[in-house]
């Protein structure tokens, strides 16, 4: 029988953020950011494997208690998302056929729920898919000085969410041919072997924290939902 392993790459440094650690340690309810999209990834039945792939040269993970069910560490992470995801793969040598489910360590409001409808729509899908938001806005597209250029039609166009829920062997060879250099997920790598994977409507609330302002919001929602 298939495994289902959730793969967490988390070897970015999080300049964005301009934080003395990168993001993913950053402290939220007493945990590091990471540690709470870790525990709702572990708190889904069907998920068989928790892999977090953090970078070598990582001097911040052992400074706090990770003790999850199912959890492992790979140290294996590279330059770049692609590569810690490829540099995972590897390391924990799934099934061919088993699904791997690749999320954001930011995306720390990720909801069980969420997860188990990602699930539930790819049972038997042929290639995949992710979870994402239909775009709420009208959108704009700028020109170099800032000015608008154009008003895009926003019919059919999604904001991509994470997980991204993937056959093992399906996303290994995505993203080992050719250059990582334009992928900027594992739906893109898996698009560019001609395939289509299915978008999967997600939660507002699994949004991506990236600026320091991002950190209060993620502490609003979870105590909406009474999680320290």
């Known amino acids: 029988m298939a495994q289902m392993i959730a793969l967490v790459p988390a070897a970015g440094s999080g300049s964005r953020f301009g934080a003395p650690s990168p993001k993913q340690y950053l402290q939220l309810n007493g945990r590091p950011l990471m540690w709470h999209a870790l525990a709702t990834l572990a708190a889904v039945p069907a998920i068989d494997k928790v892999a977090v792939v953090i970078s070598p040269q990582d001097e911040w ?12 560490v790979h140290r294996v992470g590279g330059a770049s998302r692609a590569q810690s995801v490829a540099n995972g793969l590897a390391a924990l ?12 360590a930011a995306r720390c409001c990720l909801s069980v729920a969420a997860v188990e409808r990602l699930i539930a729509a790819l049972a038997g899908h042929p290639v995949g898919g992710l979870l994402a938001l239909p775009v709420p806005d009208t959108v704009k597209r700028a020109d170099a000085e800032g000015h608008v ?3 895009v039609p926003r019919n059919g166009l999604w904001l991509a969410q994470t997980p991204q829920m993937f056959r093992a062997g399906l996303l290994a060879r995505a993203l080992g041919e050719g250059s990582v250099d334009d992928i900027t997920d ?8 001609g395939l289509k994977p299915l978008l999967v409507e997600g939660d507002a609330q699994n949004f991506k924290v990236t600026y320091p302002r991002d950190l209060a919001l993620a502490k609003a929602i979870l105590a909406a939902r009474g999680e320290q």
């Open 61 to 72: 993970f052992d400074d706090f208690d990770w003790r999850l069910p199912k959890l492992e």
């Open 149 to 151: 250029a154009a008003t």
């Open 93 to 104: 040598a799934p099934g061919e056929d088993d699904w791997v489910l690749v999320h954001d």
């Open 186 to 193: 594992e739906a893109s790598a898996v698009e560019r072997q």
